[in-house]
């Protein structure tokens, strides 16, 4: 009688625990040395070059806390095709670690009481990030022409200047400078407070705080939770999402982004650990929230644009860019090795 062999169930990776222990090590880092190490560094926002996909929200973190200078980054599919259509020795560099890519997903339900018929039941529903592939950063790739990071040598701030004025214009949102040295957002008056720019180390850092402020100040706007007070989960996770908001904002619109720059980044630093530490959904919650937060301020700046005459014709926000590869003069090869990681 021939026997069946049973091969024990392969445990599925917790992608979302993954991510969360990912930047939960990127801060610990970055408090061993003295917060003087970002946890998340970022010269240009990540994207895929072959689909032209511009990484967001929880995606956007987890490309950056891979900790690439690249911001380049490639399926394994994309890589098999990129060699197969150059004809050129383009693989994944044997041991590469791949780095998750997750995709929100629509979960309804029928929320109705015990023997309550089913068409008196109210339709509800959520969103739900689910892992959707691996991706590898353009620096874990053989045969890619290396990145060479944008340099300015004189940083231009326009954009900058024109979303404030935006933000003022048509949201009401009033900003404020003075002697003293301190930035913050106030739900009274909808105002955000900022030092005068010459109390800043730079221009850079005046922008990369005033993104942060500017974060906060869509929160009534977008329905997020501003009751929480200073040492409380409302209070860091807000927080979080603030900063995040920074990030995506500067990525945008070019801006150096170096969160301990933030007066309080010491403190928020340690909050946010103690939150990540109970709750693996946190970034995905936050990020979700920072995506929308830049989506808006970015929507109000097209608009003010075009209202003022400063552009033909609004842009759609879109995740998609320009497909841009550069490979360098590699041997041609008849089949293109390729390595399974």
Not at 106 to 123: A, C, N, R, T
């Amino acid at each position: 009688m021939a026997t069946t062999k049973k091969f024990p169930e392969r445990e599925e990776k917790d992608y979302q625990q993954i991510l969360t222990d990912s930047v939960i090590a990127r801060m610990e880092e970055s408090k061993a040395l003295n917060w003087s190490k970002p946890w998340i560094s970022c010269s240009e926002a990540p994207f895929n070059p072959v689909t032209g996909t511009r990484y967001r929200g929880a995606n956007f973190v987890s490309c950056l806390t891979a900790g690439f200078a690249d911001p380049r980054f490639f399926t394994f599919n994309n890589v098999r095709e990129l060699a197969v259509k150059t004809g050129q020795d383009i693989h994944v560099k044997k041991g590469a670690k791949g780095i998750p890519i997750f995709k929100a997903l629509q979960v309804s339900y029928l929320d109705k009481k015990e023997g309550e018929p089913d068409e008196e039941g109210k339709l509800r529903s959520f969103v739900k990030m689910k892992y959707a592939g691996t991706v590898f950063n353009g620096a874990q790739i053989e045969g890619l022409e290396p990145w060479i990071q944008k340099v300015n040598k004189v940083q231009d701030f326009q954009e900058a200047e024109l979303l404030s004025l935006a933000l003022q214009e048509r949201t009401n949102l009033i900003v404020e400078h003075s002697e003293m040295g301190r930035a913050y957002y106030t739900q009274l008056g909808h105002k955000v407070h900022m030092p005068n720019k010459d109390l800043f180390k730079s221009s850079a850092a005046y922008y990369d705080t005033l993104a942060h402020e500017f974060g906060h100040s869509t929160g009534p706007a977008l329905g997020r939770d501003m009751t929480g007070t200073k040492g409380s989960a409302a209070y860091a996770k807000e927080e979080l999402v603030a900063e995040l908001t920074s990030m995506f904002v500067c990525a945008e619109l070019g801006i150096p982004h170096d969160p301990a720059a933030h007066e309080n980044h010491a403190a928020y630093l340690e909050s946010w650990l103690q939150c990540l530490k109970g709750d693996k959904n946190l970034i995905f919650k936050a990020a979700g929230q920072a995506s929308k937060s830049t989506e808006f301020q970015m929507k109000h700046l097209q608009g003010y644009k075009l209202s003022h005459g400063l552009v033909d014709q609004v842009e759609g926000q879109s995740n998609k860019l320009e497909s841009k590869i550069i490979l360098p003069p590699a041997k041609q090869i008849a089949r293109p090795a390729l390595v399974a990681v």
